[in-house]
């Protein structure tokens, strides 16, 4: 069994950044396409970003390109979304995702979850 676990959401004021990370454990890293998704207040989940197995392709959600970078280190196990000049149209509980697939932005595609981590970001 794959676990998730996210950390390093918070409180943070309009135009400030964080970095959230991931940590998975139970199978080999490597083998899995990781995604962020966040789900704010009454809204549907939403894809954020993703990225392939090796870290050489990316993509993200329009409303984040140029602000949210998604990294990781496969030998840590880890996954980041670092997050600059948040908006409080930013503010989520973010989720750390894996998928056996390549990068997809179809929340139905992905086979593990995280617990998600609250982000706030205040005008």
């Known amino acids: 069994q794959v676990q998730l676990v996210e950390s390093g959401g918070g409180l943070v004021q309009a135009g400030g950044s964080l970095r959230l990370s991931c940590a998975v454990s139970?199978?080999?890293?490597?083998?899995?396409?990781m995604g962020w998704f966040r789900q704010a207040p009454g809204k549907e989940r939403e894809f954020v970003a993703a990225i392939s197995r090796s870290g050489t392709s990316t993509t993200y959600i329009d409303s984040v390109k140029g602000r949210f970078n998604i990294s990781r280190d496969n030998a840590k196990n880890t996954v980041y979304l670092q997050m600059n000049s948040l908006k409080p149209e930013d503010t989520a509980v973010y989720y750390c995702?894996?998928?056996?697939?390549?990068?997809?932005?179809?929340?139905?595609?992905?086979?593990?979850w995280g617990q998600g981590t609250q982000v706030t970001v205040s005008s």
């Open positions: 995702t894996a998928t056996i697939n390549s990068p997809k932005t179809d929340w139905a595609m992905y086979n593990y």
């Open positions: 139970g199978r080999t890293f490597s083998t899995y396409s």
